[in-house]
């Protein structure tokens, strides 16, 4: 039995994970869940950005525990752009790929790149369709319309780490927070909180994990071990919220009056 005292990532798993119960695992995000990595020439210009979904966190972590993973994402993708167009484009809404659970990481684009307001629960709406231009109203209109198709599949929200031990940053803050409020308001959804309870990105993590801007393959494997031991942890620590996971997706009957 957990123990209740245990902190998320206290214990880093080896070997399958309880995130293994998913039989098939979508991974929404930008360019750090898809792999990317970048070239330089020998003038120190940037050559180019590549989606390397094979070295994603995500593939990493289908690979150890045996499910099937899809890379909904794709490098400087936003919330907004994700809900408005990117989907729909790429097929990522249609009823055949829907899945058990959902990782969400987005967020870094959105506020840090493109200065978008982070919101909060009242730019939610009972359509989802008429939330408010934020962060927080476009992540709330992926999730419901992940929900629409595929109305008992569990969601994962991760959070921005944290990039100086000495200093709080605010947008990453104002990230973590509204994430936690958008799990309590939706059924089914937890918080991957890497900026509580993960390493801090600082200057000797990026000299060891970081490929320029982005993560180096062995900087995606670290993701990938810390993002599956925090899924294990939530599974360990809410049992009966995942008794039922087998039935997810499938035509099924387990509910009844």
Not at 14 to 36: H, K, P, Q
Not at 80 to 91: H, L, Q, T
Not at 104 to 123: C, F, K, P
Not at 132 to 150: D, H, S
Request: aromatic share 18%; net charge negative.
């Amino acid at each position: 039995m957990p123990n209740p005292k245990e902190k998320p990532l206290e214990h880093m798993v080896e070997g399958y994970s309880y995130t293994s119960i998913f039989r098939r695992v979508a991974f929404v995000g930008d360019s750090l869940s898809s792999g990317e990595f970048e070239t330089f020439d020998k003038k120190g210009e940037r050559r180019g950005y590549y989606d390397m979904f094979p070295y994603s966190w995500g593939q990493f972590m289908a690979r150890k525990n045996g499910f099937e993973a899809y890379n909904f994402s794709r490098g400087g993708m936003t919330a907004r752009e994700y809900m408005e167009s990117f989907a729909e484009n790429s097929g990522f809404w249609d009823k055949e790929k829907a899945c058990q659970a959902y990782v969400i990481a987005l967020g870094v684009n959105d506020v840090y790149n493109m200065n978008m307001e982070v919101g909060d629960i009242s730019d939610i709406d009972e359509d989802y369709r008429k939330n408010k231009p934020t962060f927080l109203g476009y992540y709330a209109q992926i999730v419901a319309r992940y929900k629409e198709i595929c109305p008992d599949a569990k969601f994962f929200f991760v959070t921005t780490p944290k990039e100086k031990p000495d200093t709080q940053d605010a947008k990453a803050r104002a990230i973590r927070d509204a994430l936690y409020a958008l799990a309590d308001y939706f059924e089914n959804a937890y918080v991957i909180d890497l900026y509580t309870y993960a390493p801090v990105y600082d200057e000797a993590f990026r000299e060891t994990y970081f490929l320029y801007g982005h993560l180096s393959p062995a900087g995606y494997m670290l993701t990938a071990q810390l993002v599956d031991s925090y899924i294990d942890y939530i599974i360990r620590h809410n049992p009966m919220d995942f008794k039922f996971v087998g039935f997810i997706g499938t035509d099924i009957p387990y509910k009844f009056d």
